[in-house]
Nanobody
Framework: QVQLVESGGGLVQAGGSLRLSCAAS????????MGWFRQAPGKGREIVAA????????VYIDSARGRFTISRDNAKNILYLQMNRLKPEDPAVYFC???????????????????WGQGTQVTVSS
């Protein structure tokens, strides 16, 4: 069974940076689009960024564009999220997820993100 394991969360001051990692246990990692989601207390899970199987296509929500960078290393089966200039509205549990196909234009819907990690907490102090 495929497993996704996130790491890299923690406490950072506003304006600081964190790099999240998501290690996948499968050799077919490179066959699928991957994404980062987040969920703050009392809110629904929202997409932050998504990346195609090759890394050639990326998308971001408006609040993340220009501050966050999603990338992947298919040789190591690892997904990354570099988060810079963190803001007080960014704290949440961040999850990585695997899509069912190499790319999608329906990345905002959680429906077809079939494999999820356990999440890593990101806290931003003001």
């Amino acid at each position: 069974q495929v497993q996704l394991v996130e790491s890299g969360g923690g406490l950072v001051q506003a304006g600081g940076s964190l790099r999240l990692s998501c290690a996948a246990s499968e050799r077919t990692f490179s066959n699928y689009a991957m994404g980062w989601f987040r969920q703050a207390p009392g809110k629904g899970r929202e997409i932050v960024a998504a990346i195609s199987w090759s890394g050639g296509r990326t998308v971001y929500i408006d609040s993340a564009r220009g501050r966050f960078t999603i990338s992947r290393d298919n040789a190591k089966n690892i997904l990354y999220l570099q988060m810079n200039r963190l803001k007080p509205e960014d704290p949440a549990v961040y999850f990585c997820a695997r899509y069912a196909t190499p790319w999608t234009t329906s990345y905002e819907s959680v429906t077809y993100w079939g494999v999820w990690g356990q999440g890593t907490q990101v806290t931003v102090s003001s």
